[in-house]
């Protein structure tokens, strides 16, 4: 994907031209881009730059989220072709950890699995660690995913970990999200089969890694 076409793609995401952005995504599907590139060089690069915009003060919250819910409209065009891979009887439960309501990135990751030929199970914002274990008992995934954006959050991360060990101790976790551009991983290495994932590539990586197995 070239640059510049990224960049009229941003342009028109914060200025809230929805159509347009609507159109890049068409047309780029016309030519089968791969949705993983989709994601990764227009969805997750734009959406990294709008919150670096929005630290710096360029653009507001109101611009932000907007932003946001003019991806996820996106993400919803691309949700016929996430379903064209064979299943492979595999399922990943994808949540935010209690207390953060940046959900956007989850979904991508969700989707990431549904590509991938996964049952991907997207719970949502601001899951209480209670109702993501009970979730995760009955459904016993293959691979669990969860979301941090917000540095603060950390001990809601840590809780929902040592819960997640306490009670599925070796089913595979995925951790990711902004807030480790501060630190934290530190955290992550405390558990056992727990790994931080930096994008959509680290994850495509780690399912391509698992399929070998």
Not at 81 to 109: D, P, S, W
Request: aromatic share 10%; glycine share 6%; proline share 2%.
């Amino acid at each position: 994907m070239n640059d510049s076409l990224y960049q009229n793609y941003f342009s028109y995401l914060i200025k809230g031209e929805k159509n347009r952005c609507k159109q890049i995504v068409e047309e780029l599907s016309l030519k089968n881009t791969a949705v993983e590139r989709i994601y990764t060089d227009l969805f997750q690069r734009s959406l990294y730059q709008v919150g670096e915009y929005w630290e710096l003060n360029r653009i507001s919250v109101a611009t932000e989220h907007m932003a946001t819910a003019i991806t996820e409209n996106m993400m919803i065009q691309l949700q016929p072709r996430l379903f064209t891979t064979e299943r492979t009887g595999k399922k990943a439960v994808v949540a935010c950890v209690a207390n953060e309501y940046h959900q956007v990135g989850a979904k991508m990751i969700a989707d990431v699995f549904e590509m991938n030929g996964w049952d991907g199970y997207f719970i949502g914002a601001n899951t209480p660690t209670e109702e993501l274990i009970r979730f995760l008992e009955t459904q016993q995934p293959d691979m669990i995913g969860l979301s941090l954006s917000l540095y603060f959050n950390l001990q809601e991360l840590k809780t929902a970990l040592e819960q997640i060990r306490n009670k599925l101790p070796d089913t595979p976790v995925v951790v990711g999200g902004q807030a480790f551009r501060w630190g934290g991983t530190e955290i992550i290495q405390q558990f056992n089969n727990v790994e931080y994932l930096s994008g959509i590539d680290a994850l495509q990586e780690l399912i391509n890694k698992n399929a070998r197995l």
